[in-house]
């Protein structure tokens, strides 16, 4: 099972309307992946030479966001880029931010005329490899078997602009994942 198949089961068990108790629980599961398939690291891997088992999205390659901050691996930089925090009322103002702005408006996001799992996985799996992973893996320091990124000499800082490009990359996938999340859950649910 992967994250297509995982959405697809839970949507049909939604549709099916059979048991509440099962309904419940594929309802809640709608909402996890839904958010995780957004998130481009969630869909891609690298394999080279460095990692020829691949990098598990991310997770085993160690960059610095500052010259002071702590190493990190990349997978928890993109997990980390929307935000970090546990504040469900700054949560909620970010939101209430995000969908204020012009470019975020339904009507400017033509990206929502896909409304197949499968084409949001594949507008990740490209973020991944163009972006996140700069073209083919010009970001790549391996944790060379350290269970942890501080644990690694010289790790490097990340590329002039990835952070603002990251940042703004993560606000569009939050937004889409919102809106992409309450049209699903119109289609199952109903309303």
Not at 4 to 31: M, V
Not at 34 to 63: K, M, S, W
């Amino acid at each position: 099972m992967n994250i297509l198949t995982a959405l697809a089961y839970n949507e049909s068990l939604l549709k099916r309307g059979s048991d509440p108790e099962r309904q419940a629980i594929a309802l809640a599961w709608l909402f996890h992946p839904v958010g995780d398939i957004h998130q481009p690291l969630h869909t891609a891997q690298l394999f080279t030479v460095d990692y020829p088992q691949g990098d598990r999205g991310g997770n085993e390659i160690c960059i610095r966001v500052t010259q002071a901050g702590q190493p990190m691996d990349l997978h928890r930089f993109w997990d980390g880029v929307i935000t970090t925090s546990h504040n469900l009322t700054r949560l909620q103002n970010a939101a209430k931010t995000l969908r204020t702005r012009q470019e975020f408006q339904r009507s400017q996001l033509t990206e929502l005329a896909n409304g197949d799992f499968e084409s949001w996985a594949k507008e990740s799996y490209e973020i991944a490899t163009k972006i996140a992973y700069r073209n083919g893996g010009r970001i790549r320091i391996p944790k060379s078997g350290a269970m942890d990124c501080a644990m690694v000499a010289a790790v490097p800082l990340l590329p002039a602009g990835y952070i603002v490009s990251a940042s703004r990359i993560a606000d569009s996938r939050m937004i889409l994942a919102g809106y992409r999340l309450a049209d699903l859950l119109m289609r199952v649910v109903g309303g």
